[in-house]
């Protein structure tokens, strides 16, 4: 199916990937809403961005780890569109900032544990509630969540933030269920991906262990990942899907 007109709602999009996607889906034909909670000037370049497409697009501020800013942005995006079709689940973190070694327990406080599961996991589970009953009235009606490869197999177990990012799979087959058969719930899951905040401070002795890992011998592109998220929005006929993107580091 085609998407030209949709309004896809994207958190996070004012990042690396978030951009690529925005770009991406409105060269698809979608109208983006391009939410933010840092990098409010970033999110005008992206919207400028979308417009030489020929698109719309609308820059909105998102905190989704607190319930009314998610109902206030998802209110401001339906009176500017008319509707949500498309959710992209993006946001999310790595360490937000924090030192944390591998398996270090002490430096994993609550506070930064409780941190992460409210960004990745409860925040996606937040935007899908309020979004339902627009993806519901909706032709289109379809959220991808982005997970992590991390998440996945033992490799990279010991990262504080992989319980958060793995727990986004089973959180995707139950919205998949939940919200069958009106709106399809699906995640890619990608590995490390240069060109964004979460890999830019990296060593490129880390981003080779991730290179070497992969049997096909490279990271993870960020337009692969966006290519693939719109096959997501596109499909007809899959929902509850974990679509790993990594290179061949895990197989699913």
Same mark, same amino acid.
């Given at each position: 199916?085609?998407?030209?007109?949709?309004?896809?709602?994207?958190?996070?999009?004012?990042?690396?990937?978030?951009?690529?996607?925005?770009?991406?889906?409105?060269?698809?034909?979608?109208?983006?809403?391009?939410?933010?909670?840092?990098?409010?000037?970033?999110?005008?370049?992206?919207?400028?961005?979308?417009?030489?497409?020929?698109?719309?697009?609308?820059?909105?501020?998102?905190?989704?780890?607190?319930?009314?800013?998610?109902?206030?942005?998802?209110?401001?995006?339906?009176?500017?569109?008319?509707?949500?079709?498309?959710?992209?689940?993006?946001?999310?973190?790595?360490?937000?900032?924090?030192?944390?070694?591998?398996?270090? +327990?002490?430096?994993?406080?609550?506070?930064?544990?409780?941190?992460?599961? /409210? @960004? =990745?996991?409860?925040? %996606?589970? #937040? &935007?899908?509630?309020?979004?339902?009953?627009?993806?519901?009235?909706?032709?289109?009606?379809?959220?991808?969540?982005?997970?992590?490869?991390?998440?996945?197999?033992?490799?990279?177990?010991?990262?504080?933030?992989?319980?958060?990012?793995?727990?986004?799979?089973? +959180?995707?087959?139950?919205?998949?269920?939940?919200?069958?058969?009106?709106? /399809? @719930? =699906?995640?890619?899951? %990608?590995? #490390? &991906?240069?060109?964004?905040?979460?890999?830019?401070?990296?060593?490129?002795?880390?981003?080779?262990?991730?290179?070497?890992?992969?049997?096909?011998?490279?990271?993870?592109?960020?337009?692969?990942?966006?290519?693939?998220?719109?096959?997501?929005?596109?499909?007809?006929?899959?929902?509850?899907?974990?679509?790993?993107?990594?290179?061949?580091?895990?197989? =699913?």
């Amino acid at each position: 199916m085609e998407i030209d007109g949709a309004c896809a709602l994207i958190t996070g999009s004012s990042g690396g990937l978030g951009t690529v996607l925005a770009t991406t889906l409105a060269a698809e034909g979608a109208n983006v809403a391009i939410c933010y909670r840092t990098g409010a000037e970033r999110a005008e370049d992206v919207k400028a961005l979308v417009e030489e497409q020929g698109r719309t697009a609308l820059p909105v501020y998102l905190d989704q780890t607190n319930p009314n800013s998610v109902d206030d942005a998802i209110e401001k995006v339906v009176g500017f569109f008319g509707g949500v079709d498309l959710l992209i689940n993006n946001a999310g973190m790595a360490s937000g900032g924090h030192s944390l070694p591998i398996g270090d +327990l002490e430096a994993l406080t609550p506070e930064i544990w409780d941190e992460m599961m /409210a @960004v =990745n996991i409860r925040g %996606p589970y #937040l &935007m899908a509630r309020a979004a339902a009953p627009y993806l519901r009235q909706s032709k289109w009606g379809k959220i991808v969540n982005l997970g992590s490869t991390i998440g996945h197999g033992i490799w990279g177990a010991g990262a504080a933030y992989a319980p958060s990012k793995g727990a986004v799979a089973p +959180l995707t087959r139950f919205l998949a269920a939940a919200l069958a058969p009106d709106v /399809a @719930v =699906n995640c890619v899951a %990608p590995g #490390l &991906m240069e060109g964004t905040e979460m890999s830019g401070a990296a060593p490129e002795a880390y981003i080779d262990g991730w290179r070497n890992q992969a049997i096909l011998g490279q990271t993870t592109s960020l337009q692969d990942v966006a290519s693939h998220i719109v096959g997501f929005c596109k499909s007809e006929a899959v929902t509850g899907q974990v679509l790993i993107v990594d290179g061949g580091i895990h197989f =699913n």
